[in-house]
């Protein structure tokens, strides 16, 4: 396996302005992935993929490697990771020859993640015919979405005749910790999550996404309190 680590952040967050290098319990928010995938053993190369200099030159104070801009085209909000990451892996293997047998794609909007996610990850897709796997957490079995007038309307279809939560299919959320695929289906596919994607469950309190200024706010506390939530856990168990 020839794991190349790709951490996406672009500029333009509406929500939380410069989120990516934003100062989180001391070091910019893009730290804690960039040394998460540069103290993991399996990962062979680190790469920040950004449309900002700004970012980069962060990235690159941290020990990751920025060799290119993203283009402002696939940096807008509407833009999806999909042809960023495309662009990536070609820009690569055209001006260095580079090509690697997987991905690994680490958000730094997720610092709550565990080495123990990835290094869990690696081995479904050594140990299964995945070709993608992705970190999920447990939710309530019965789904909502609103309608445009308020309306709830139940999103998971599946009927069970019990308002007993034990009684439904668990239902699972993807947590955006942690994406690894390979290189090869990715490139046919043109999606991260391709045919055969597996899932690794992980712990609920490590699933926040920080998008606004209340996920940053209640991760910093997890993140300043995540010993001691290790251990009441344990003692609960």
């Known amino acids: 396996m020839k794991l190349l680590a790709v951490i996406p952040a672009r500029a333009g967050s509406t929500r939380l302005r ?9 070091k910019p928010l893009i730290a804690y992935a960039i040394e998460q995938a540069k ?17 980069a030159d962060v990235a690159i104070a941290y020990g990751a490697e920025a060799p290119f801009l993203r283009p402002a085209a696939l940096a807008t909000a509407t833009a999806g990771i999909n042809d960023a990451l495309l662009l990536l892996l070609q ?29 869990e990850c690696i081995r479904v897709m050594e140990k299964t015919k995945a070709t993608t796997a992705i970190t999920v957490v447990s939710t ?47 490139l046919l596919e043109k999606e991260i999550e391709t045919k055969h994607t597996y899932a690794v469950i ?20 997890l993140y300043t309190k995540k010993d001691a939530i290790k251990k009441d856990i344990t003692d609960f168990n």
């Open 91 to 119: 820009r690569l293997r055209e001006k260095e020859k580079y090509v690697s047998t997987h991905v690994l794609l680490l958000q730094a909007t997720s610092p709550l993640r565990s080495d123990e996610d990835i290094t």
């Open 202 to 221: 992980s712990e609920k309190w490590r699933a926040v996404d920080i998008d606004t200024p209340e996920d940053f706010v209640v991760a910093e506390y």
């Open 18 to 26: 410069n989120k990516n290098i934003r100062n989180f319990c001391g």
């Open 39 to 55: 103290r993991h053993p399996r990962v062979d190369r680190v790469i920040v993929d950004t449309d900002s200099q700004a970012i």
């Open 140 to 186: 309530h079995p019965q789904l909502h979405n609103l309608s445009p007038n308020g309306e709830i309307v139940l999103a998971n279809k599946r009927k069970v005749n019990s308002t007993n939560s034990q009684a439904w299919p668990q239902g699972y959320l993807q947590n955006g910790g942690v994406y690894i695929v390979k290189t090869s289906a990715f």
